[in-house]
């Protein structure tokens, strides 16, 4: 193929995908990125799926037939500035009991009043632990919502929470007042 005959390429960025799970209510994890990444590379390429269905359409029904794949541990909700470490299961509960809508419609759209309607009524502020995480040259804090969770969990969500700000857990995460 001549260069001159190229119509059109596209290139998608990790970010291009992680927009797409936050509108659909998929936690943003590396694993979950990595099932599209293997599925992209799947039986039937991209460019053919993309050809035949268009590429926006193709990444929603590519993320859509791996919903029940993708591992829904946490997800992050981010209020003045604080963001909260919420188990998935937590937020569907909410969701669906409380505002009679799916997760990811509520994260597609959230509103400052939703969030802080969601904080005053699973008690977060009011539910925090210290979780902190040292290195050899500093010291990592941050707060974690808890609601009865084991220890373990509670790690996992610090764990899950100081990725997400782009801090590399290298080492052992300390959890104090709760």
Not at 64 to 80: A, G, P, R
Not at 147 to 176: P, R
Request: contains cysteine; glycine residues 6%.
């Amino acid at each position: 193929m001549k260069q001159d005959e190229l119509l059109l390429t596209v290139t998608w960025y990790k970010e291009d995908i992680f927009k797409i799970f936050e509108k659909k209510g998929i936690p943003l994890s590396e694993e979950n990125f990595l099932k599209l990444k293997e599925e992209l590379r799947g039986a039937k390429t991209l460019v053919e799926r993309s050809i035949e269905d268009g590429w926006e359409k193709m990444i929603c029904i590519i993320v859509d037939s791996l919903k029940k794949e993708f591992t829904y541990d946490f997800v992050i909700i981010e209020h003045q500035s604080i963001p909260y470490v919420l188990t998935y299961k937590v937020l569907e509960n909410y969701c669906k009991t409380e505002l009679g809508c799916n997760v990811g419609e509520f994260l597609e759209d959230y509103t400052w009043n939703d969030c802080e309607r969601l904080i005053d009524h699973l008690n977060l502020e009011d539910g925090m632990c210290r979780a902190s995480l040292s290195d050899t040259h500093f010291e990592y804090v941050t707060w974690v919502y808890h609601n009865g969770d084991t220890e373990d969990l509670l790690i996992k969500k610090a764990k899950y929470l100081f990725e997400w700000l782009g801090i590399e857990v290298n080492g052992h995460i300390e959890l104090e007042d709760y």
